[in-house]
Every structure is written in structure tokens, then in C-alpha cells.
């Protein structure tokens, strides 16, 4: 089975930056594509960042491009994150797609099988 573990959460002032990665466990792991959510207290679960199976093709909401970037290698993703803001604050969450390209939509959280615990993001001002 798949197992998801998210680690590099913290406390960061505005401005500054955190690395995220996600640990993968399972053989297929580095064949599907893997997204980022985030999700703060009192608000719904949103998309923060894709990569699809290769790692030649990524996609971001628009409240973080520009700033963040994901990456993977064979068994782990990353999510790079800087010039934070207060509004950055949020669980993030590691998944895994149901398939290799993002087929029925990269930023849908139903089409993602596997998920992390989380990792708190706190960003102060």
C-alpha cells in the first residue's frame, strides 16, 4: 500500500521559507502524478501545487505562483515555498493522483487516493 509522510512544517516570519518534502512508500510511487493542498482553520481544502509522473510539467493555483515550486525525485516530492505571507498559514498536504498524466483534473481532490497527515505551516507578521 501507499504510505504518504509530510515533514519541514514550521513556524516562519513573512517573508521567509519553508522546504516541504512528502516520503513515499510503495513500488509504483514515482509513476503517478502527486499534488500539495493546504487547508487553514474554518476554510475548505484548496489546491496548491501538481507534478505530473515525469516531473517535465507542473501546475500552480494563482495564489502561489510565482512563489512556490514543486519537485520530486524516485521517492520523495518537494515544495519549495518562499517570500510567505500570513495568509500562507495552513495545514499542507502530500497525495498521490489516481493516475500518470492528472487525467479528470490536477487540482481536483476526489481524483487524489492517497493522502499524508499533514504538516503545519504557521507564518507570522
Known amino acids: 500500500q501507499v504510505q504518504l509522510v509530510e515533514s519541514g512544517g514550521g513556524l516562519v516570519q513573512a517573508g521567509g521559507s519553508l522546504r516541504l518534502s512528502c516520503a513515499a512508500s510503495?513500488?509504483?510511487?514515482?509513476?503517478?502524478?502527486m499534488g500539495w493542498f493546504r487547508q487553514a482553520p474554518g476554510k475548505e481544502r484548496e489546491f496548491v501545487a501538481a507534478?505530473?509522473?515525469?516531473?517535465?510539467r507542473t501546475y500552480y493555483a494563482d495564489s502561489v505562483k510565482g512563489r512556490f515550486t514543486i519537485s520530486r525525485d524516485n521517492a520523495n516530492v518537494y515544495l519549495q515555498m518562499n517570500s510567505l505571507k500570513p495568509e500562507d498559514t495552513a495545514v499542507y498536504y502530500c497525495?498521490?493522483?489516481?493516475?500518470?498524466?492528472?487525467?479528470?483534473?490536477?487540482?481536483?481532490?476526489?481524483?487524489?487516493?492517497?493522502w499524508g497527515q499533514g504538516t503545519q505551516v504557521t507564518v507570522s507578521s
Open positions: 497525495a498521490k493522483h489516481r493516475t500518470f498524466w492528472g487525467q479528470r483534473g490536477l487540482d481536483v481532490q476526489t481524483s487524489y487516493d492517497y
Open positions: 507534478i505530473i509522473w515525469s516531473g517535465d
Open positions: 510503495g513500488h509504483t510511487f514515482s509513476n503517478y502524478a
